[in-house]
């Protein structure tokens, strides 16, 4: 049995601690692994709630830095991650805290400008409805669903990524960019049309997917960044990057954002052309990863080896092929162990009470944008506290 399954079983979920090589407590902290997380985690709530805001990053100055309060993206992966823990413990301290945290951006809901409704609204409240069956959630999530399906046009086929009227993206000359990213809102869509029985957001969800598997991979199954649409014409005026290393280049957490997203399709409606995409990104990834199965943040920067890593597109990467290796024949088993052996090591996951205590370091948001380089990212440890569990369930 491989020493990361042998790790699973025994400590329950190796998500709170390293996967290391015994399934003794390390002498270094003299604790049972399951309790490293716990503990650190435990200490970041302590944090958040002193503050009543919610952790996303740490800044150059090692000081935390917490959501937007208007809006951000990230603003869901923090009460999701409690959500995970309550799932785990069964312990009503993290229930009610992952309420009281979303609660705090509930009235996002409402944002037609963002596309980021699935992100937020998914992994939050999606996340508490899977575990409680509370109406009150589905509701949240069936409003962020039809804010989100405002972006939709029917001429391209997608959910427009972001408005071109101001910041960065107008400088761009976009019209109705489309961002691989976007992959990953299609979830709540599936989920609303559930909870409704009204097709419409399914139908919504289906669209966009089929028009990103048209236009956004190249030949080698890797994806472009950004796709930019004509608005009239519904054609493809442009491919490029926002977050890469170079138009033509294959952006790491996008690769894993595509990979996630069309197994979420697979998952909804057993369409084999998803599953079929999903497992050509997954090679495109395993042909190109490094060693240890942690990407670089590109997987054509210039500089490689001497370019960052990006924590981040590993854990949605490891927490894809877990789901993806349950519709295949092909075992994924053996890079599954790989990664999570690498995130669970010291090099990537924080001593307790470190980091602010997130429990991964050295992830990248955006290079190009000189953004939260080389940092811990909250939605890094939602995926690896997703992927862990997954584990659990699954081997």
Known sequence: MKITKILFLIAAISLFGSCREKSTPTKEKDI??????????????????????????????????????????????????????????????????AESFQAMFENHKYMTAYHDLGFIFNCSYGKGYELT?????????????DSLSTRFDSTIGCIKSWDVDKGWQAERGWLFPVIIDNLMNLELLFKASELTGNPK?????????????????????????????????GDVRSKQTAQGFANESAWARGQAWGLYGYTVCYRYTKDKKYLDQAIKIAQFIADNKPADGIPYWD????????????????AITVS???????????????????????LGSDIYTSKIGENHN????????????????????????YYYLEALIRYQDQF
Request: hydrophobic letters at 35%.
């Open 32 to 97: 049972p692994p399951q309790d490293m997380a716990i503990e650190q985690l435990a200490l970041q709530l302590i944090e958040a709630e002193k503050n009543n805001r919610i952790p996303r990053t740490v800044k150059v100055d090692g000081e935390m830095h917490w959501t937007n309060q208007k809006f951000d993206w990230t603003e869901g992966f923090f009460p999701g991650s409690l959500w995970y823990l309550y799932e785990y413990t069964k312990d009503e301290k993290w229930k009610d805290a």
């Open 320 to 342: 894809a092929l877990i789901e993806l290796d349950g519709y295949t024949k092909d075992s994924y088993l053996p890079q599954i162990d790989q990664i999570l052996n690498s």
């Open 299 to 314: 997987y054509n920067a210039d500089k490689i080896p001497n370019e960052p890593r990006d924590v981040s597109a590993a």
């Open 201 to 233: 957001y399914k139908t919504i969800a289906i669209a966009h997917a089929n028009a990103t598997l048209k236009n956004h991979f190249r030949e080698d199954h890797s994806s472009y960044h950004v796709v930019d649409y004509d608005p009239a014409t």
């Open 133 to 145: 069956e509370n109406s009150d959630f589905a509701a949240v999530m069936i409003t962020a669903a």
């Open 358 to 381: 997130f429990i991964l370091k050295h992830s990248v948001g955006s290079i190009p944008h000189g953004n939260e380089i080389d940092v811990p990212l909250n939605y890094a440890d």
